[in-house]
Nanobody, 119 residues
């Protein structure tokens, strides 16, 4: 069983920065992908950034050049550095771990953390 704990959300002014962290507990190997999602009020949950087990990253167009996803396999953590934040970045952010095993793929969600960008 894998559990994820998310931290780092909060209130920040436009142009400011936040760093989200997502830590995993349980018996997992480095063969996992990590994904950040966000859900703004009244909107669907959208993919923000991904990082696979090999370290390859992908970003939504709306955050390219501003957000950076990274991982620390020794600590079983994934991070998302968010710079130049905009009011439209306001959302609940979620972390998902995708565990790849010979018997199949399993997904685990962390709790949401609120990010509010406002002056």
């Amino acid at each position: 069983q894998v559990q994820l704990v998310v931290s780092g959300g909060g209130l920040v002014q436009p142009g400011g920065s936040l760093r989200l962290s997502c830590g995993a507990s349980g018996s997992i190997s480095s063969s996992y992908d990590m994904v950040w999602y966000r859900q703004a009020p009244g909107k669907q949950r959208d993919l923000v950034a991904t990082i696979n087990s090999g370290g390859s990253t992908n970003y939504a167009d709306s955050v390219k050049g501003r957000f950076t996803i990274s991982r620390d396999n020794a600590k079983k953590m994934v991070y998302m550095q968010m710079n130049s934040l905009k009011p439209e970045d306001t959302a609940v952010y979620y972390c998902k771990l995708v565990l790849n095993t010979p018997k199949g793929t399993y997904q685990y969600w962390g709790q949401g953390t609120q990010v509010t960008v406002s002056s």
